[in-house]
């Protein structure tokens, strides 16, 4: 389970003493501290009972011993004497029985306490080791996000930025630059009225932008959802690791080892920088008994969420961790590209669309052979032709933005997606996706073209652009999946 922040030995010895289980299912550690108590009071009960039975013995010796002597002939002086001598003895050895006792005792509880020492002395050392194991995550993260900054070229490095993988992990500081901070806020705003995208504000301002410290990224941060919190950050209120933490932990130890030529791979920082760190999170971990991978490393992937044998990193898994705020807004530059006057729509919006959806398959992780995007790229050019013929012959248009047509671009993407279809022609692509073309794809829009309230009218819009980019997004995923699962049984699994 994700148990939460382990970045101090407290935390991890915390996690240990919960999450650790031995054969049975039963905590490892406060079994062993159990049964080590156990066997502490089963050894005095013993002891007790061996010392008890010699007293025993000895009370039986001396009331034995006092019959024969009241029993005998002797005088009454020595009968007293020699009784006085046998309740000295009895007392005598009662007392020495005791003082035994209490010696065994003492033995006996200083055998626990070492014993437990023992295993305290275990979990400290496994606690220290995996707090270094988690803070070294935090280091891997800063040398990683240096490493991108210092070897890529600017455009490679904006684009890295601006990934939906690696956007999240930035954000801006202006510093000391009052102005370029009122410069941002203005455009902020107008990001937030619709006035600008933000790959637009991006451009204008990607020098201040830096990647989030430790603290930036553990601190509590969520945006509110249909009622729900959706947290951006690591850690809930509570020190609880949210979907955007495990997600966190997954792509830092996972993301460089899956994908190829992207840079120092999290074991090999490891290796490198502190190699008995590495060796230790290599061995055999005896004390939790369960996960596939009984390395330390396999214990502390459970712990942050994952399975132990979790040793891949894509898109996929938790759509980037990103929230469903972030998911929808993550569209944005695809809606602006067609907000404008249908008559503006050209072929350079087209690319920008599909461009926007080709990288985002790539991020999920899908071969640029497991989509026709060429196909798709012929079916969106023939519906723009066709809807903007459509808007010019109309007689009585209520609109001349060609939001109308971005949410059919976006349908017909998603369509094409989710046909999974390979077309050969650009009318096979409008059959199989559209039906009857421009009137097969605006049937479900024309409610909307009749909103007289513009302000309405574009929020109609927006939301359906919103559907249609992330069916397309479900679908890439879902295709994903598919093939997988496919391979899997091509395999025989």
Not at 187 to 193: G, L, N, Q
């Amino acid at each position: 389970m994700a148990v939460g922040s382990i970045m101090t030995e407290k935390q991890a010895k915390q996690a240990i003493l919960n999450d650790y289980r031995n054969i049975s299912g039963s905590r490892t550690f406060g079994s062993m501290y159990a049964a080590n108590e156990l066997a502490g009071l089963r050894a005095e009960q013993q002891v007790e009972q061996q010392y008890g039975e010699q007293i025993g013995q000895a009370y039986k010796s001396a009331m034995a011993q006092r019959s024969n002597i009241l029993s005998s002939n002797l005088g009454t002086g020595y009968k007293e004497s020699m009784l006085g001598d046998t309740d000295q003895y009895l007392t005598k050895a009662y007392d020495q029985y005791m003082s035994k006792l209490s010696e065994s005792k003492q033995e006996i509880a200083s055998n626990v306490a070492k014993a437990n020492e023992e295993i305290t002395s275990t979990v400290d050392t496994i606690a220290k080791n995996k707090a270094a194991y988690g803070n070294a995550l935090f280091d891997y993260y800063d040398a990683y996000l240096a490493e991108k900054q210092n070897t890529l070229d600017e455009d490679s490095y904006k684009k890295f930025m601006r990934s939906a993988l690696w956007d999240k992990y930035y954000t801006y500081d202006f510093g000391t630059d009052t102005q370029a901070k009122a410069d941002y806020d203005v455009a902020r705003a107008a990001v937030e009225r619709g006035e600008m995208t933000e790959d637009e504000l991006f451009e204008k301002f990607w020098q201040y932008r830096r990647a989030k410290t430790r603290d930036e990224l553990t601190t509590v941060a969520y945006d509110e959802v249909d009622g729900r919190k959706e947290y951006s950050s690591l850690y809930d209120e509570e020190g609880n690791l949210t979907l955007a933490g495990v997600d966190f932990f997954d792509q830092l130890e996972n993301f460089a080892a899956t994908h190829k030529n992207e840079g120092q791979s999290w074991s090999e920082y490891l290796q490198s920088t502190n190699p008995e760190l590495y060796d230790w999170a290599s061995s055999y971990n005896p004390y939790n008994v369960g996960p596939d991978d009984m390395t330390y490393a396999g214990s502390f992937r459970t712990m942050t969420g994952r399975t132990s044998t979790d040793y891949t990193y894509s898109f996929l898994e938790r759509f980037g961790g990103l929230t469903e705020k972030q998911t929808k807004s993550a569209f944005s530059k695809v809606y602006e590209d067609f907000n404008k006057k249908a008559s503006d729509i050209n072929v350079n919006d087209i690319d920008s669309v599909l461009a926007e959806f080709e990288q985002i398959s790539k991020e999920i992780g899908l071969t640029q052979d497991a989509i026709n995007w060429k196909g798709i790229r012929q079916q969106v050019s023939q519906y723009v032709d066709e809807a903007k013929q459509a808007h010019q012959d109309a007689k009585d248009s209520k609109i001349e933005n060609g939001l109308a047509i971005g949410v059919g671009i976006l349908a017909v993407i998603a369509g094409g997606i989710v046909t999974g279809a390979s077309f050969g022609t650009a009318t096979a692509a409008g059959v199989a996706i559209a039906g009857a073309g421009l009137a097969g794809i605006t049937a479900g829009i024309e409610n909307m073209d009749n909103i007289t309230n513009a302000e309405e009218r574009e929020k109609a819009y927006k939301k359906a652009a919103q559907n249609e980019y992330l069916r397309a997004v479900t679908a890439m995923v879902n295709k994903l999946q598919y093939e997988r699962r496919q391979a899997q049984i091509n395999q025989g699994f």
